[in-house]
């Protein structure tokens, strides 16, 4: 058993690990730049009190994002559904007194129905899930915006701050400890439920899935489902964190969990779930951004810096698991071949024309007149 | 060997559209034996066990189990009387285990606080005695997924996915060996001969005549959506098989 796995490549030994190991060695290398860097102020317990609050949020939405993924699907739309449901609990609790006992779990019910919206779209209208989900966003976000038009709804019951920066004493956060129980429930859910199972089976054969008698599209409106209702979650989290909560919060939820959630070794190609990567994928992103900003690092690059991660790392996951690599030959034989030699020289082009139209746009400049 | 065929089909014919992919075919099929479906490219043979396993509704045409009529709304049906069929493109999710995808679709659970959660240790057990008992197959390992296993691997947990279900009587196979190295055929040729053996009826497709030989009981050939002949494998040749697949000659039923 031993000697025969020994024969394989150290690539194919690693990939079943490589879910793990991918984010683990970035952690640890953020971990060890950070030490060498920055160490006094990324180290102190409030620092990463702040890493594991932020991570927290992201929790229960990279949990549903894993089912969503792994079946072949995207959701665009869960930074609007976390917005319009945090907006319409506000509403609830600020302007017709609900108790917030029952605001909470009524804004998670929203959610789950935006998901149901979102997943009957792309079920029964055959709306292709990027786009589907991506309108959904637009819709999701306009009605936040027209019932809160430009306010800030703050100041909410205890209980909902609690919910989003309470502390145990002597321990963890309140929002660490639900977004772990909800990537516990998560992992259950995956591994040993027939919604977990047939997730898998979708995204892995769709076609085979349905031979042996799944009802595709009704695990996949479970999939958003799902996905709406911890966006909601994530919406309240939110709110609670900040006592306030507006029209235009939560705008880059979309891109953050996917690339959490792709990091962690899920494949966007469908069938390929690590529920343990997604949560490793959500800590690696938010020490990353924690880190961005103990180095003083603008706020906008952050943006920049999580795109690079998504494009790296499903890069990254695509050459290790193409098994027939030994016969491309790598990156300078794909760049000496004919068609290689084409691109080369169309991009030179591209470029070419990009400098000269720069050059004679500086040379026929005149003063500068800055707007406003 | 008895006489009485397990399954008759009679008079099948099935249209796509304007295409006509079966006109008025019979087939029989009895427990214990191998049953090989021969034919060239389009000749009908999987729309013809298709309507068999009741993936397609014949345009036209009865069949019958035992004697008696069935006719069959989807694939479920026809898993439910005891026909089972592992397809040319053998409907595996490759990201699963193979016990996964052994029970696919009718996993075994147990209760736990009234909640049915997946008993992934039983179906492993079930798997791996399935395997051993029923096809003499033993896997390295069960934890890896299925894409990490060989073309003939693959097979037999496919073939152990349908045999699993106690009433199957009639399993077809469509084109198993087509993807197939020698070694790897040879080893499901052995797995069929297995089935044979435990009176199933086994239904072959396949395009290799050595194997056809090796191992079915009698040859069914299909021209074009027509059977053209019946023969005994026995009393038969390679050079009358061929004959009647490009329709050089004609044989009655
Ligand atoms: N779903 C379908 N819709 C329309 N035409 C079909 C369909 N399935 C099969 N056909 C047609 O029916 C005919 C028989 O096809 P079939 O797949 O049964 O052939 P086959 O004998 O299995 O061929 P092969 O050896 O290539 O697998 C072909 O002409 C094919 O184009
Ligand atoms: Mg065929």
């Not at chain 2, 193979?98 to 009234?114: D, R, V, Y």
């Amino acid at each position: 058993m031993n000697t025969q796995v020994n024969q394989k490549p150290l690539t194919e030994r690693l990939e079943p690990y490589i879910a793990i190991i991918g984010p683990m060695v970035m952690i640890l290398a953020i971990l060890v730049f950070m030490g060498l860097v920055e160490p006094v102020r990324y180290f102190r317990t409030t620092n990463i009190n702040l890493i594991l609050l932020d991570a927290a949020l992201y929790m229960p939405m990279a949990m549903a994002m894993t089912f969503v993924i792994t079946q072949r699907g995207i959701d665009l739309s869960i930074g609007s559904i976390a917005a319009l449901s945090g907006i319409m609990m506000a509403f609830l609790i600020k302007q017709y007194g609900f108790s917030v006992y029952i605001a909470v779990p009524i804004a998670i019910m929203l959610g789950a129905v935006m998901g149901l919206i979102n997943g009957l779209i792309i079920t029964r209208f055959k709306v292709p899930d990027l786009i589907g989900t991506l309108a959904m966003d637009l819709v999701y976000r306009g009605f936040a915006l027209v019932l809160a038009k430009g306010l800030v709804l703050a100041r909410f019951p205890d209980f909902l701050t609690d919910i989003g920066r309470g502390q145990i004493p002597g321990f963890v956060p309140i929002p660490v400890l639900i977004g772990i129980a909800t990537m516990i429930g998560g992992y259950v859910l995956l591994t040993r439920s027939y919604f977990g199972r047939y997730t898998i089976a979708i995204g892995s054969n769709p076609e085979a899935a349905e031979l042996t008698g799944i009802s595709v599209n009704r695990h996949k409106v479970f999939a958003y489902v799902l996905m709406g209702a911890a966006a909601a979650l994530a919406g309240v989290m939110l709110t609670g964190k900040l006592n306030a909560i507006q029209a235009t919060s939560a705008p880059y939820f979309n891109l953050h969990v996917i690339a959490a959630v792709v990091v962690g070794g899920t494949s966007l190609f469908g069938g390929r779930a690590s529920m343990i990567g997604s949560f490793a994928g959500v800590l690696l992103l938010s020490m990353m951004i924690n880190a961005l900003v103990t180095l003083r690092i603008e706020f906008f690059w952050q943006s920049v810096a999580s795109g690079a991660v998504i494009v790296s790392s499903v890069a990254l996951y695509t050459w290790m698991q193409k098994k027939d690599r030994d016969g491309a030959g790598g990156i300078m034989a794909a760049l000496s071949s004919p068609d290689g030699q084409k691109m080369v020289r169309f991009s030179a082009l591209l470029i070419g024309l990009l400098i000269v139209l720069l050059a004679i746009g500086g040379l026929t400049a005149g003063d500068a007149k800055p707007s406003g | 060997m008895t006489d009485t065929p397990l399954v008759q089909m009679r008079g099948i014919t099935k249209r796509f559209g304007g295409v006509t992919a079966l006109s008025d075919v019979d087939l029989e099929a009895r427990a214990g034996e191998v049953l090989a479906i021969v034919g060239d490219n389009g000749a009908g043979k999987s729309t013809l066990i298709k309507v068999l396993t009741g993936v397609y509704q014949p345009t036209a045409g009865e069949m019958f189990l035992d004697g008696s009529k069935v006719s069959f709304s989807s694939h479920a049906d026809a898993i439910e009387l005891g026909i089972d069929a592992v397809y040319q493109t053998l409907a595996l999710a490759d990201h699963l285990t193979p016990a996964a995808n052994m029970f696919l679709g009718n996993e075994l659970t147990k209760s736990i606080l009234g909640f049915p959660i997946l008993d992934n240790k039983k179906m492993k057990s079930e798997t791996e005695r399935v395997l051993m008992e029923r096809l003499g197959v033993q896997l390295k390992s069960l934890d890896a997924p299925t894409e990490s296993l060989s073309g003939g691997q693959r097979q037999a947990v496919a073939i152990a996915r349908a045999v699993y279900h106690e009433g199957l009587r009639v399993l077809v196979m469509d084109e198993p060996t087509a993807a197939l190295g020698p070694q790897e055929t040879a080893r499901t040729l052995k797995l069929i001969k297995a089935l044979k053996a435990q009176g199933l009826a086994v239904i072959l497709i396949s395009h290799s005549l050595d194997d056809v030989f090796e191992v079915s009981d009698r040859v069914h050939v299909q021209r074009r959506g027509k059977r053209v002949g019946v023969v005994k494998t026995a009393d038969s040749t390679t050079q009358e098989v061929l004959g009647l697949i490009v329709g050089a000659e004609e044989v009655p039923a």
